[in-house]
């Protein structure tokens, strides 16, 4: 599918792919999208609601990479231990990844070595870097066959118009299931469509304010 380059609103890039009519970030600010949306929201909320130095994340649609730099950087500064799995489906060439130029708009210039190794590094290889763990795979999420030891979910899939199969209740009851009791699965999607499916499924789900330009957002976790 054919990408475009394009500046965000808070100054830091993302792509547009035209056949889906689809950005990979909010266009009113990428960086700003996912620092709330996941870091605040997610990684945060659940820190604040547990008192323990590690956790488990597990996120849907590595992307840019941008959601497991920022959580690198999180975790560097709140001194935690991480294990980090990104599954990617259609994974950008490091060239796509390396023609962003998004390095230039990131925060903690001294961590830009891990930006490059979680783009340099090889698929379904897991390698440290000051007690975050993080492993990328290349595989679609209804056959990856994970087990329920997650903390957080990052759910960062395109737009329900883009993408509904990963809106739908089958999908979401897999995040239901790879969650631990207490677990966070958090998302930009707003849809009541969705909240009425995490609900059904057995989440207790949360209407926040969104990030600039998006009125809210989802925050849902597992009961028991």
Not at 16 to 21: A, G, Q, W
Not at 129 to 148: A, E, N, P
Not at 155 to 180: P, R, T, V
Request: with cysteine.
């Amino acid at each position: 599918m054919k990408k475009k380059i394009i500046s965000t609103g808070d100054g830091s890039p993302s792509l547009y792919i035209e056949e889906l009519n689809e950005t990979y970030h909010s266009k009113h600010g990428a960086l700003t999208e996912s620092s709330y949306v996941y870091i605040k929201k997610g990684l945060a909320h659940w820190l604040d609601q547990n008192n323990k130095k590690e956790l488990k994340v597990f996120e849907l649609g590595m992307g840019t990479g941008l959601n497991a730099y920022l959580s690198y950087v999180f975790s560097v500064n709140q001194k935690i231990s991480c294990e980090y799995l990104s599954i990617e489906k259609y994974p950008l060439s490091l060239k796509e990844i390396r023609s962003l130029k998004m390095k230039e708009s990131l925060p903690a210039r001294e961590h830009y070595h891990f930006f490059d190794q979680l783009h340099e590094m090889e698929w379904n290889q897991m390698f440290s870097q000051s007690d975050f763990f993080f492993k990328k795979v290349k595989k679609d999420f209804f056959s990856i066959g994970l087990d329920d030891s997650y903390d957080v979910l990052f759910y960062d899939a395109f737009g329900y118009h883009a993408q509904s199969n990963m809106w739908q209740e089958n999908a979401l009851q897999i995040c239901h299931e790879i969650l631990k009791p207490g677990g966070v699965w958090v998302s930009y999607c707003a849809k009541g469509d969705v909240r009425r499916r995490l609900e059904k499924i057995g989440f207790s789900v949360e209407r926040l304010e969104g990030p600039p330009g998006k009125r809210e957002m989802l925050r849902a976790i597992k009961g028991g």
